[in-house]
């Protein structure tokens, strides 16, 4: 097991946050735990310690918001995620991390330009089943490396303006099926090890207090406020991922 105190100072907060936002408060807030975590272990390692805290949150959060979601939209992105997941399993050791976190930046930071900057992007929209499955492919791709499916969930489903708790619940249901399915690669990649395992179970506590204060958050708070939210860390993320990329690839 970890041992370092620096690395629970990260880790705590870290797990912390990705629970609320699978609560549902601050959306791609969740982005930032990775990153977070990496101050102190490997990206690599910080991901795998992370997969069985996601499941416990995962389960926490579809409890929570347990048949509020929308289940076409969960039926347009799913077999996308399968694929995706197959194709980050298959590209884990020829992808540079910091390659695929410059593209998730710049989809969201295009994304959110394009929402702040065009107003008729701030009416609801209906996704299609090609939209729903190409998003559903780079969600899962993206939450396959660095647990980054969020922001291309978040592409896709925000324009459509759902209820925030049909919101919560759709991207609670659909990453609790998508984390689940990948413990199969994680562990055929050998991602799982004594120590991982260990400090993953001394965190779990943390899981369900960070997501039951997530959804109690969520419905203190009003419809367009979560929204706001989930575009201006959508933005900060972006730019934070553009950052991180850019350098790492600097100085490859």
């Not at 579809?62 to 980050?88: D, H, V, Y």
């Not at 943390?206 to 929204?227: C, D, M, T």
């Not at 934070?240 to 100085?251: A, E, P, Q, R, V």
């Amino acid at each position: 097991m970890i041992t370092d105190p620096f690395f629970y100072l990260c880790a705590i907060p870290a797990v912390l946050i990705f629970a609320m936002a699978k609560g549902g408060f601050g959306g791609g807030i969740a982005m930032i735990s990775v990153p977070l975590m990496s101050l102190s272990v490997p990206p690599v390692q910080a991901a795998a310690i992370l997969l069985p805290l996601l499941i416990v949150m995962d389960g926490a959060a579809i409890w929570s918001f347990r048949g509020q979601w929308s289940q076409e939209n969960i039926k347009r992105t799913l077999p996308g995620a399968m694929l995706g997941i197959i194709a980050g399993a298959f590209t884990f050791h020829y992808l540079p991390e910091a390659a695929i976190r410059l593209l998730i930046g710049f989809i969201c930071v295009i994304f959110c330009l394009n929402y702040w900057l065009r107003p008729q992007l701030k009416t609801k929209t209906e996704a299609g089943k090609i939209a729903g499955g190409f998003w559903g492919t780079i969600a899962g791709f993206t939450s396959f490396g660095i647990h980054a499916g969020g922001p291309p969930m978040s592409i896709y489903l925000l324009p459509q303006r759902l209820d925030k708790v049909e919101l919560m619940g759709t991207f609670a249901l659909f990453f609790g099926v998508v984390n689940v399915v990948k413990l199969i690669p994680y562990t055929w990649l050998g991602q799982f090890d004594y120590t991982n395992i260990l400090t993953s179970a001394v965190l779990i506590p943390l899981a369900p207090i960070g997501v039951r204060l997530g959804y109690f958050l969520l419905h203190k708070i009003s419809e367009q406020l979560v929204y706001q939210i989930c575009y201006f860390f959508l933005m900060l993320i972006g730019l934070k991922l553009i950052y991180d990329g850019g350098y790492s690839l600097l100085n490859y």
